[in-house]
């Protein structure tokens, strides 16, 4: 809903909603300030001293860049599969009427509105009952249950979003079911894919509560989140946490905008005569 | 000749509801050929099933003599015009009419070329690099035409082709339609619910109603002599007369449907002439609609009968006492209700 | 091309696309069975099998599971101290998800009705980019802000306002030593981390309003107010509602933030997570974990009824 182009919000409205936003963003500025403290051991106000240091410290640990490549393997894994699977239910549920249709729908809410403590437990009872060890598969199997969700609630909104008359008139002009999938139907749904998959990654990069419990222990299955929580735990070199979470809001940045501008475009409907 | 499309005792149903009952029809190639009849009626399935978009229950369905049930849409001849135009919003136009060529691995250069051409036929020229977004109702649905058209089709389909656009547009497009039509050859299908413009634009009319044929005819046939009282009623305004109405203002005791346009009005000392028809009545409402003026006037036995009259009669007011008569030869007498 | 049905192009895919056009159930099968044996198999499957094990119970004094039906482990969790648990984790949801909602809706009443362009970008980047600020790295600022040598210690001093803050702590029940080990810590915490989950339904529900509703409301005589309590808040319901399955359900089974922020007692996550863990009492764990699957479903089906699920 937009309002009247040049119409002003109401002062109590812009206020409240500038308050928000700056609740939202003042600890994030925090963070950032707590990258450069002198101050290694307790989160002293205000900051004793201000330092580069921490950013070469960063660098230097190899600890850190197996984290961040453990975390990266995992997403794109998970996410892939999230996107094959999460788009074949989405396309089935949008297009065809059948029994029990409802069900899958509670079914693909299920792995995020149970918190994620029961999905971690249950996971790692049946890694138990069938000697699973515990790897890097482990923890994949872990994320790209949530993953999936994300992928088919968003393909699902697009292909909704999408007329079924499209699909019939490729056909109708002579391209089989494999052909309208190749030309009509993926870029309609290319843009949602890409934003679907980009949650996705997200999601599975800062996961941390199924992951302490699908992972292994020791630091080769540490993945970032997992080796910022033993940071945070042994309370030493706590700047370096910070840093690592600055190069991760940076590296983001980007691409969020980008999924944004992706999954924003307005009419999509071939030429409704309208 | 073998008929463009002919169906035989088609039935085509959704669980309980019966879209087509046991049609049978015969299309002529190169015939402009109208479905016409309310929503739900069975039209519009009848016409997807030619497409392909739905296979019968029960029943044959052939195009050009060959057997087409259980045939893709993809390796049927026929091309639909839908109501919506679907035209796809990631592909130029030229990209959106050279579609069909384009899957059927037709080289880019002779693609673009045909396109090129056909966007001529449709009055579009030099729309190619355009995408639909960019484009007006009337424009989307010649493109939608130009994409349909340029793969030759042996039959074209068109559903509710002209809902969409203004009046002034729609007077247009039938004539440019029914033109084209002319000079393709090609056989042309389409279904609406606007019987004006199926009496304007086809050579023949099949009326549709709860998944039946009801008549099927010229229609200038369906017009003067409809068979059923729902004909009468759908095409064209017309006032159905019960049989002993009929028998009191001078017909046969029949149900009959008599045209507004057959009805002359006798005003103040005016005789009606000896043998015609006729009825007193009570003008109830006046609708002037420029050249012609619509009347309803209600007799003294409770039926309002509805009139029209050149505007060039004068001016008729409420409640005025007229007496409303037609040579009996107007009368049309129905088979029933249906 | 002769003749109205052409066989042109037999491929594979072709060929393939005709089988598949004929048996249209057999598209469906190869489309949902892949997905459905994963979230089926490996989601579904995992569940049933932690929740078999609620039906199990720990032998008290060797400490292994007896492997046979019982109730006795659902017993349990009517003694005081669970349930206190149980209690505790429900009010603090339900506190988290009201506060949520109070916060997320003006921002996001501004977002879908007021920014426009680059305005409209700058906003769902200002949301987006805490969600995908690291969650642990979160908390700890948090604590460091709450702390007693924190920032609104240091605040509360230098305006003066200390004497407020000690009354705030003093509150029976939320308060605590200082704001990171107290009950309002830990609602803080919770309302932070959640919010842009609640804020991104809400305004998604909220852009679907179409403006002329709005218009139409004046129209017909409703004050801004009237419109925004009879207009548009039912019509953004579903969204706000998608928004707090995320935060009723995230706070109910985190274990962590009550750690770093909080004080020593127990909400559901940490309980669970201490019984599997180094109890190893898995039986209680599970009977304890189908608390909130039983108060998710109730709360799913609810949000169902209500369209909710539209609005994800």
Known sequence: MRSESGQRAPLPLTLAAVCGVLFLHVPLLIIFVYAFTTEEKSYQFPPPGLTLKWFAVVWERQDIWNAIALSIKVAAIATLVALVLGTCAAAAVARAKFFGRDYISLLFILPIALPGIITGIALRSAFHVFDLNFSMWTIVLGHAT????????????????????MIEASMDLGADGFQTFRYV???????????????????????????????????????????????????????????????????????ILGAYYLTREGEHTGGTGK | MTPAVRFENVSRHFGAVRAVDDVTLDIAAGEFFAMLGPSGSGKTTCLRLIAGFEQP??????????????????????????????LFPHMTVLENIGYGLMVRGIAKGERDRKAEETLELVALP??????????????????????????????????????????????????????????????????????GEAL????????????????????EDIYERPAM??????????????????????????????????????????????????????????????????LHAKTAVGQTLNVLVPSSQGKFGLNENVMLHWPKSAFHIMRGEA | MNGALTRQRRGFFRHASDVLFRHPHLLLLLLLVPPLLWLGIVYVGSLLTLLLNSFFSI???????????????????????????????????????????????????????????????????LVMLPLWSSYLVKIYAWKLILAKEGIISWLAGQLHLTRLLDAVLAIPVVGGPSLSISYIGTFLVFVYVWLPYMILPTQAALERVPGNLIEAAADLGASPRQALRTVILPLALPGIIAGSIFTFSLTLGDYIVPQIVGTSTYFLGQAVYTLQGTAGNIPLAAAFTVVPIVIMGVYLWVAKRMGAFHAL
């Open chain 1, 146 to 165: 949530f993953c999936i969700v994300v992928v088919y609630n968003n393909t699902l909104a697009r292909f909704r979003r999408t007329s079924a008359s």
């Open chain 1, 185 to 255: 139907v993926m870029p309609q749904i290319a843009s949602a894919l890409l934003a679907g998959g980009m949650l996705a990654f997200a999601l599975s990069f800062d996961e941390v509560i199924v992951t302490t419990f699908t992972a292994g222990a020791g630091s080769e299955s540490a993945t970032l989140p997992i080796w910022m929580l033993n940071e945070l735990i042994r309370p030493r070199q706590r700047p370096v946490t910070n840093v690592v979470a600055i190069f991760v809001i940076a590296v983001t940045f980007l691409p």
């Open chain 2, 57 to 86: 229950n029960s029943g044959r369905i052939d195009i050009f003599g060959q057997n087409a049930v259980g045939v893709p849409p993809y390796r049927r001849n026929v091309n639909t015009v839908f109501q919506d135009y679907a």
């Open chain 2, 126 to 195: 030099g729309f190619g690099e355009r995408r639909p977004s960019q484009l007006s109702g009337g424009q989307r649905q010649r493109v939608a035409l130009a994409r349909a058209l340029v793969n030759e089709p042996k039959v074209l389909l068109l559903d509710e082709p002209l809902g969409a656009l203004d009046l002034k547009l729609r007077e247009q497009m039938q004539v440019e339609l029914k033109a084209l039509q002319r000079n393709l050859g090609i056989t042309f299908v389409f279904v609406t619910h606007d019987q």
């Open chain 2, 200 to 219: 304007s634009m086809a050579d023949r009319v099949a009326i549709f109603n709860n998944g039946r044929i009801i008549q099927v005819g010229t229609p």
């Open chain 2, 229 to 294: 009282r729902f004909v009468a009623d759908f095409v064209g305004s017309s006032n159905v007369l019960a049989p002993d109405f009929t028998a009191r203002t001078g017909g046969p005791a029949k149900w009959t449907s008599l045209r507004p346009e057959k009805i002359a009005i006798a005003r103040g000392r005016m005789k009606p002439p000896a043998g015609a028809a006729r009825m007193a009545a009570t003008v109830t409402s006046v609708h002037y609609q420029g050249s012609v003026t619509r």
């Open chain 3, 59 to 125: 032998d008290e004094f060797s400490g292994l599971i007896r492997y046979e039906f019982t109730l006795a482990t659902y017993a349990e969790l009517f003694r005081l101290a669970n349930l206190d648990v149980i209690f505790r984790s429900l009010i603090m949801a339900t506190a988290v998800s009201l506060t949520s909602v109070a916060i997320a809706f003006p921002i996001a009443y501004f977002a879908a009705r007021y920014a426009r362009g680059k305005w409209k970008a700058l906003f769902y980047l």
